[in-house]
């Protein structure tokens, strides 16, 4: 019973006791792992215990969070966790709450800090960082963007300019050169200003969750990357989306604020997961596209047969601007395939995860057949991919 008595009037006498703080990004990134930390400052004159308890948001499903720490006299300590959404809006974080044990381990008491705030999930602007300088960086290659050889030039001429080691000889301008007594070559530059509009179907194929994020998300956050890197390649970069109606406009453009426009378009993309009205699209990019333009469309096609229905329409957008149609590969079935069957179950599960396979290659070149590009990728792979073909097409200057 003293010792009881000792332990309380040793943790509630203190009028202070211990400081703690929750500090974390105005925004959380969609799909990454994002860093939250714990600060403690203890204020007592003896090691302590602590267990923290903090209130995350309820859409992270975590019912006993938990973490325990010793903390040194009068010392500070920074304590890290990760927390990962897989969808956007907005998150509620509660109180911080603190348990606070001495030595004798007799008797706890409670600290609560923070008293709740919201927090924003956009979409992954951690992999808009990790690319932004994808378009100029020299070491390209070890994110796995793949090195294009250039047909020609696309062409702007931008100067003439001294010869150097490593310049095209076929670019020599004799008459400079003649001129200058000095070898002189014409240099250009990638053509600047052609519109690129990504386009991201909102229905119901886009559901499919792989990793715990759907489809559409993993679209939506390739689109706010592929952005950045088509602004910084000096092109004009749009997007909307689309279901039974066509939502969430942003006109290609290239001006200073037209990042912040797109990703607040990404934000408020509203699900509904409806049939999508290939249709409507068609006439709305009829309508308000007006100049040729390289369009990335975002969807999702399981078999051959739900290409055929949809295939007058793509043909359609085909005619007048350059049409990249981005569909994914089922990773699960991937798995199916190559694992070893064991049971006549098993040979069965391999056989149709098989044909679906299959069927994903019939649809790449049907849309080949057609004059459609397309890039067939594993959903983790999508930021990557798509970022690889429109360097592609600027490269060979098909726009």
């Known amino acids: 019973m003293v010792f009881l008595v000792l332990d309380i009037l040793t943790l509630f006498l203190a009028k202070t006791g211990i400081e703690g703080s929750r500090t974390m990004a105005e925004k959380l990134s969609n799909g990454d792992d994002n860093k939250i930390v714990v600060s403690i400052k203890n204020y007592y004159t ?28 009068s010392a500070t300590d920074a304590i890290q966790y990760y927390v990962r959404p897989t969808e956007r809006g907005e998150y509620h974080f509660g109180k911080l709450n603190i348990y606070v ?21 956009y979409p992954s602007y951690i992999q808009l960082r990790k690319y932004d300088l994808m378009a100029f960086s020299n070491n390209l290659f070890q994110y796995g963007v793949k090195k294009i050889r250039r047909i020609g030039h696309t062409i ?23 001129k200058k007594n000095s070898l002189m070559v014409n240099q250009f530059q990638d053509e600047k200003s052609q519109s690129v509009y990504m386009v991201i179907d909102k229905g119901r194929t886009m559901k499919m969750p792989f990793n715990q994020l759907s489809l559409l998300d ?25 279901s039974k109606k066509v939502e969430n406009r942003v006109m290609a453009e290239k001006r200073a604020s037209q990042m912040q426009l797109i990703l607040d ?17 068609y006439v709305d990019i009829k309508k308000n596209i007006n100049h040729r333009s390289l369009i990335l469309l975002y969807t999702n096609f399981e078999t051959l047969d739900g290409l055929q229905r949809q295939l007058p329409y793509l043909k359609g957008i085909a005619k007048n601007h350059l049409l990249v149609v981005i569909f994914f590969q089922n990773t699960e079935l991937n798995e199916i395939i190559h694992k070893k069957s064991e049971t006549v179950q098993e040979v069965y599960d391999k056989v149709i995860a098989e044909k679906f396979a299959f069927e994903k290659r019939l649809i790449v070149n049907e849309l080949k057949k057609y ?22 097409i600027k490269a060979r200057g098909i726009l």
């Open 46 to 73: 003896f090691s302590i215990q602590v267990k923290i308890i903090d209130e995350i948001p309820f859409q992270f499903q975590v019912r006993n969070f938990e973490i325990y720490r010793k903390i040194k006299a």
């Open 101 to 121: 044990t001495s030595p004798l381990r007799l008797i706890s008491r409670r600290f609560m800090f923070e008293n709740g705030h919201m927090v924003p999930t």
């Open 156 to 178: 702007e001429f931008e100067q003439i300019k001294e010869y150097v080691q490593g310049d095209d000889i076929r670019t020599l301008n004799w008459k400079a050169t003649a």
């Open 218 to 242: 993993y679209a939506i956050n390739a689109t706010l990357v592929l952005s950045n890197v088509i602004l910084k390649k000096h092109d004009k970069a749009g997007m909307f989306t689309f």
């Open 265 to 281: 378009a990404l934000y408020n993309v509203k699900t509904d997961f409806f049939e999508s009205d290939y249709g409507r699209l």
């Open 371 to 392: 004059g459609i590009y397309s890039v067939l990728t594993q959903p983790e792979n999508l930021t990557l991919d798509t970022i690889n073909k429109y360097l592609e």
